[in-house]
């Protein structure tokens, strides 16, 4: 039987298109000794028929066929198959770097580190942007420094537009498999969105050391804007109820609170400019009184009163006024606007 290094789990739902290019850039990996575990999660188109001829001709691919159980329910599958001595993910759209597991496992096991971080390039259809990762630190054991970076997955510093936060990303982590089978790390079922962010912080808050990687080694890949989510007010609300239990049980929510007033405030904004995405096909009214709701939550309402403005830019002290008052209309033009520009920024083709 193989002994692998590595294990790279990746779902695979309906991804035709781009899942040959991913398999590929993992199979040319110059680490060699690697599995790759491919998780068919219910595809209706002919995913399966393409991971099926890879997997007749590599002996190093496995595949698991399940029904359709969403991104979570496939990732846990992987783990639970999983025979490499630390794990990474690798979405189905994306691809990566031929250095990037070598490199990775380089210096994870160098530093004999729980966890090794990478930077990633974002991808559009003809252009890239590239996102990196300044700790100022490229081993992170101390205790402050770790909670440091917690703290950034959890939100920026401040509400600015270009604050430094750490995307709390799977895919950008090498991670050892002991230390997610010992505190039984997984991802969470029934949370379409962000289950990467709570996986994320499960293993950074269970880690007992974390190495930088500074090489642009993923490939994240976006062809088109973000749909419209009907729920997504709703499964944000559920996920910071997650995030805010793990804090707890860490005995982190005090030092988080801070962050987590961010996050709150952030969600509320993305799940208004979710309401100006030209795919919400919602009569201009029906949008309006959501975006009202949202002005109106409770919780919004208590963080907006003790939170401080003064290092804030004009636009961002505006944004938040319209949102304190419950303009909408204003608020409603303004995401529309921000969406026209970025739309016509990267994907004017």
């Known amino acids: 039987m193989a002994i692998f290094k590595v294990s790279v789990i990746v779902p695979v739902y309906n991804c035709e298109k781009n899942v040959g290019r991913c398999i590929e850039s993992i199979l040319n990996q110059k680490l060699k000794e690697l599995e790759l575990i491919l998780v068919n999660d219910g595809s209706t188109d002919r995913s399966l028929e393409i991971i099926k001829k890879y997997a007749a001709n590599n002996d190093r691919i496995k595949i698991i066929d399940k029904p359709n159980g969403g991104v979570s329910s496939a990732r846990n599958a992987g783990l639970d198959a999983a025979t490499g001595e630390y794990i990474g993910f690798v979405d189905a759209d994306d691809w990566i770097h031929p250095e990037m597991y070598s490199s990775m496992y ?33 081993v992170v054991s101390d205790e402050y420094d770790k909670k440091r970076l917690i703290l950034n997955i959890i939100a920026p510093k401040d509400l600015n537009i270009n604050s430094f936060s750490v995307m709390g990303s799977a895919w950008r982590l090498l991670v050892k498999k002991e230390l997610i089978m010992e505190n039984n790390i997984r991802f969470p079922l029934g949370i379409p969105l962000m289950e990467d962010l709570v996986f994320c912080l499960n293993a950074f808050i269970k880690s007992r050391q974390i190495v930088i ?54 969600m509320c904004l993305s799940t208004i400019s979710n309401e100006a995405s030209f795919s919400n096909r919602k009569k201009l009214t029906d ?24 290092n804030l830019k004009v636009r961002r002290k505006l944004l938040l006024f319209a949102l304190k008052h419950e303009l909408e209309i204003l608020l409603y033009a303004y995401f529309k606007i921000v969406i026209f520009k970025y739309n016509f920024k990267f994907f004017s083709y």
């Open 106 to 138: 380089d210096k994870i096991t160098k530093t004999h580190s729980d966890i090794c971080i990478c930077n990633y390039i974002v991808e559009y259809p003809d252009q890239r942007k590239y996102m990196s990762l300044n700790t100022g630190k490229n």
């Open 287 to 310: 949008k309006l009184k959501h975006i009202k709701r949202i002005c109106k939550d409770k919780k919004l309402k208590e963080m907006l009163r003790s939170l401080s403005t003064k």
């Open 213 to 266: 990687d500074k090489g642009f080694h993923y490939h994240y890949f976006i062809d088109s804007l973000s749909s419209y989510k009907e729920d997504i007010y709703l499964i944000h609300k559920k996920v910071f109820i997650i995030l805010e239990n793990i804090l707890r049980e860490n005995n982190l929510y005090t030092f988080a609170q801070e962050r987590l007033k961010i996050r709150y405030i952030n």
